[in-house]
């Protein structure tokens, strides 16, 4: 455990340091507190994360799901953000996910609806 005298010296040699002054240090040290990003405002890569990986994910469920309009392009990139982030929140590497076929029927009378094949 630091003494007083210590922490006193600490403080007043932070107030000497500049910090970074390139753009790329600006950008390093922007990350210095991020441990697995679990918790951004956003889904975006990580640094260590392939963002081939994430925009692969997002064809793959507009391909499969086909969304119309703003609310089912809104529940599919809900989609795709929980199956990313449970991906990083698990540690895996390089998304293989079996992504079942879920063929979309449309009869009269009973709207767009999704029907579940049982396996």
């Known amino acids: 455990m630091a003494t007083q005298r210590q922490k006193a010296a600490n ?3 932070a107030q000497n340091s500049p910090g970074p002054a390139t753009p790329e240090g ?3 040290a922007s990350q210095n507190a991020l441990k ?3 918790l951004a405002a956003k889904t975006a890569t990580l640094p260590w994360e392939d963002p081939a990986e994430l925009e692969q994910l997002q ?3 507009q391909q499969q ?3 119309q ?3 089912e ?3 599919v990139g809900q989609m795709v953000a929980a199956l990313f982030e449970t991906a990083r929140s698990r540690g895996e590497r390089g998304l293989h996910l079996p992504l ?3 063929p979309r029927t449309a009869g009269k009378g009973q709207g767009r609806r999704l029907r579940v094949h049982p396996s």
């Open 26 to 28: 600006k950008e390093t």
């Open 59 to 61: 064809a793959q469920m």
């Open 11 to 13: 403080q007043k040699n």
């Open 100 to 102: 079942p076929e879920y």
């Open 69 to 71: 309009g703003d609310l």
């Open 73 to 75: 392009t809104a529940l």
């Open 36 to 38: 697995h990003g679990l």
């Open 65 to 67: 799901w086909q969304p």
